[in-house]
């Protein structure tokens, strides 16, 4: 084990700034607000503790919605983003960018699903869904103000491959990969490469010969 | 296959086995077991004296064991590399061999398996497939009646480098056959052997049907199938040739094949759909085109590897449509049929594929891991205080935590992946996770049982299965009760009891824990502590007397929208059918129960202080409610 991969270490359980959380309700056009008020969400956001701002917007994945959350970070001197919106599936990498971009650590950032598990869920009952969103994004209010600066961890890379399997795709990855200049250890267990496809005849749909 | 032997940058080790794979993604280490061939490689000139010398034969492997081959021997004649090799277990130590050898002085009995350790930066595993064996399926009468052979043996029997030289003959009496059928789905889309569509056998028997149909065009020649399937270029006009050509396609899965003891013919009964009756039709062969599963060995490299695999044994893609070629573990790829069945365009697609992505870090100088990692307070480690535990190292998928007694557990950083399960499992709470710490998940529990605890049922979730499961319900607009509260964590074994005391001790109304099911885990065996987690508490809160269904345990695949749904609505009646009254006794009656056992909220550092800081949130959403 190098040196250079192990030095991640805990720096306690409480970060070190004050939080100045801005919270950012998105319509996702009539997905969210179609169902629920997002300004409700909104009021209700901006008066949690910790919470400096709180803002719609119509699309927050936009351009539009990420130039609002970095002018922001700016102009408010937010250090923690909160995003009520979709699923961390679909655009937790978006906004991670987007903080950083504005200078911001990319894991000071906190998504509330209030789309896929909210509005899109509970069509036929939007007071609930109201009180959901809001619950939802005072959850990850809450555990915004807790989040601390992370860095990616960087190890260092053997530039060799190997390729367990010498059939038809094991043998094409081995010569894609010294194509590039890259060592290969290419491992058959039987005494010849080959596999299935070199037991075959002629192969569909050309009918040329396998080997 | 000599593209790859000349290729200077591979080095093709032929008839060696990997037998451990240790390390993480740019830092592999392997260690090979390089079977002794007692030729040795770089004498031996493939010139055949030693094989013509030998005088035992066995069964060749490579013809399906429809031909002999020699002690010494090569499995066929372009074999790569061009090495002889001799068997050991059929050898009877004549050394006509050596003698034939002569001044080369290949072949070296004294040579023994090598072990070789290799670093590496990247893996591609691309180990192929298994044959189905129809022999169990004693309606089809395979080892049974001699003219009932395979797709491989007949692959042999039509090849000219074969056993017959390319001349297909019965087995019962060396006659060519003039009237042969073809039975798909053997052994595949049967629900007794395996579900799945093998993916290439109606292509290969349309093959095998124009290939026979060429050799001899006045043979006989019927498919009998249930679907034909010919999704990919260039697949439904080699369908047509061959229904021009004349090959019969009867609509109908087989029922029996019976053969007459004397002439050894074969009667086929089956239903045909398109005729609406049953039917049976004399042949002289019969080819069963058998599924294709997983290798025999497949469980065996899935240990080797650490990769999961999905039902019916394949490995497990990270993601089947966003991340097809990724293995669940860094810098592992898969290529070709070891992921699922895959005819040879595919598997060549997917070599290309894992090549290109296993690139991306073999091109570079170093590579970024998410540092959602595990970290140990070491002044909390019992085992810095001289005491036995190392439970964090039984826990762990990954090998990533160093436990020596008497010293305090660490985490290797770069071996970890995130999973959480040490966290979870530590009975000291000494450990944490980083962006997924004791203080942000208890944070996030209590602001989501601030008002009206009660009436919520509080859903611990996985990232990668449940997580995407409760998103699908949504996606496809599968309603269920808007008093769900959903929390996620990456694993179930991160589900930690002391978050389930402490939801109870908030008065949560019902709690669903749930993952992934245990062949869906992203992180080998994270599943499997959470399941026995949940087993415990399930036992626990049985005996404290919580009302049945209060604590439910569900696995829900990303898959599963409809089923988290179900679910959520399910935990909603059986709250509803708890009067107010009985429900809030029941839950003040477990508060000091659940006070009892948790100890993160007092014992984990910084935990005590982010509570107060959080319940000052807490407050606030509780004053709104109030003003509502």
């Known amino acids: 084990m190098s040196e250079e991969v192990n030095e991640t270490k805990y720096v306690g ?41 709180a803002a719609e917007t119509m699309y927050a994945c936009a351009d539009s919605g990420q130039r609002l959350i970095k002018e922001d970070i700016k102009k408010y001197g937010l250090n923690r983003v909160v995003v009520s919106a979709c699923s961390v599936r679909m655009h937790e990498p ?62 260092p890379v053997t530039k060799k491959a190997l390729v367990i399997g010498g059939g038809v795709a094991g043998i094409n990855a081995a010569l894609d990969l010294a194509e590039q200049k890259i060592p290969v250890v290419l491992v058959e267990k039987q005494p010849t490469i080959g596999g299935v496809m070199a037991q075959l005849n002629k192969t569909f749909p050309t009918m040329d010969c396998s080997i | 296959m000599v593209d790859a032997a000349r290729q200077p940058l591979i080095e093709v080790k032929a008839y060696t086995e990997v037998e451990k794979v240790e390390g993480f993604v740019g830092n592999f280490k392997v260690t090979l077991r390089e079977k002794a061939k007692y030729v040795r490689a770089d004498r031996c000139n493939g010139c055949a004296a030693c094989a013509k010398a030998c005088p035992v034969e066995v069964p060749n492997y490579f013809e399906m064991n429809l031909a002999p081959r020699k002690a010494a021997y090569i499995p066929m004649s372009q074999s790569v590399p061009l090495v002889y090799n001799i068997d050991m277990d059929a050898c009877i130590h004549c050394y006509k061999c050596v003698d034939a050898c002569g001044a080369l002085e290949a072949i070296d009995f004294s040579m023994e398996d090598k072990i070789i350790e290799e670093d590496i930066g990247a893996i591609v595993v691309a180990t192929g497939f298994g044959h189905f064996d129809p022999t169990p399926m004693t309606e089809y009468g395979y080892g049974r009646f001699p003219n ?72 006989d020649i019927s498919v009998y199938y249930i679907d034909i399937r010919t999704p990919s270029k260039g697949y439904e006009e080699f369908y047509d040739r061959a229904r021009e050509a004349g090959i019969k396609f009867i609509q109908g899965r087989p029922a029996e094949i019976t053969e ?38 497949q469980d065996h490299m899935s240990s080797v ?22 293995s669940p573990t860094d810098g592992i790829f898969f290529a070709g049929a070891c992921q699922g069945p895959k005819d040879i365009p595919a598997s060549v697609a997917q070599g290309s594929a894992a090549a290109s992505r296993a690139s991306r870090i073999l091109h570079s100088d170093s590579w970024q891991i998410e540092p959602t990692v595990a970290v140990v307070w070491p002044d909390r480690c019992v085992s810095g205080k001289g005491q036995a535990c190392g439970i964090c190292e039984k826990t762990c998928p990954y ?39 004791d203080a942000e998940v208890l944070a996030q529990i209590r602001t989501l049982l601030a008002v009206e605890p009660e009436k919520k049922i509080l859903a611990f979730r996985c990232q990668w299965c449940s997580y995407g499961g409760a998103d699908l319900a949504g996606t496809s607009h599968f309603e269920y009760s808007a008093n769900e509260r959903g929390l996620r964590v990456m694993c179930s074994a991160r589900m930690d009891a002391d978050l389930i005391y402490e939801a109870y001790r908030l008065g949560a109304g019902a709690i669903l824990y749930s993952g992934c099911h245990p062949q869906d885990c992203h992180y080998i065996t994270g599943q499997v502590a959470g399941a026995k987690r949940a087993a415990r508490l399930e036992k626990m809160f049985a005996r404290l007397g919580i009302s049945p269904g209060r604590f439910r345990t569900e696995w829900i695949s990303a898959a599963e929208g409809d089923k988290y749904a179900r679910v959520i609505n399910e935990m909603q009646a059986t709250l509803d059918a708890i009067p107010e009254i009985e429900l809030k006794a029941e839950i003040e009656r477990l508060k000091p129960e659940m006070v009892k056992k948790l100890t993160k909220l007092n014992e984990v550092p910084g935990v005590e202080e982010a509570m107060i800081q959080v319940d000052f949130i807490v407050n606030e959403m509780k004053s709104k409610a109030v003003s509502l």
């Open chain 1, 94 to 155: 978006t906004f991670r960018a987007c903080v950083a971009e504005a200078g911001l650590n990319p894991f000071l950032m906190e998504m509330a699903n209030i789309r896929e598990q909210c509005t899109w869920a509970h069509g036929h009952d939007p007071e609930g869904a109201l009180e959901k969103a809001k619950d939802l994004t005072a959850a990850a209010v809450a555990k915004a103000s807790f989040l601390t600066p992370l860095d990616m961890i960087s190890v």
């Open chain 1, 13 to 53: 359980a409480m970060p070190d700034d004050e939080p100045r959380i801005g919270v950012y309700v998105c319509h996702c056009g009539s997905n969210i607000a179609g169902v629920i008020p997002c300004d409700k969400v909104v009021d209700f956001a901006g008066e949690l503790p910790g919470v400096v701002h």
């Open chain 2, 148 to 219: 009932v052979i395979t797709a491989m043996e007949m692959e042999r029997l039509n090849n000219s480098a074969g056993a017959t030289h390319g001349m297909v003959i019965r087995p019962s009496d060396n006659q060519r056959p003039q009237k042969l059928a073809i039975i798909n789905c053997v052994g595949s889309r049967d629900k007794r052997y395996n579900p799945y569509c093998s993916n290439f056998c109606c292509m290969y028997a349309i093959k095998n049907a124009l290939l026979l149909k060429q050799m001899n065009p006045n043979m």
């Open chain 2, 260 to 297: 007459d003891p004397n002439s050894h013919q074969l009667f086929i009964k089956s239903e045909d759909i398109t005729l609406g009756r049953v039917v049976e039709h004399e042949y002289d062969m019969v080819m069963l085109n058998q599924a294709a599963v997983p290798q025999p060995d």
């Open chain 2, 305 to 326: 590897l650490n990769v999961a695999q999905s039902p019916g044994g394949w490995f497990m893609e990270y993601h089947p449509k966003l991340r097809p070629i990724d």
């Open chain 2, 399 to 437: 090998g990533a935590i160093d436990y020596t007694k008497g010293i305090s557990a660490e985490v290797i950083t770069a071996k970890c992946h995130g999973c959480g399960g040490c966290v979870g499992e530590c009975p000291h709470d000494a450990i944490t996770q980083l962006h997924y710490t």
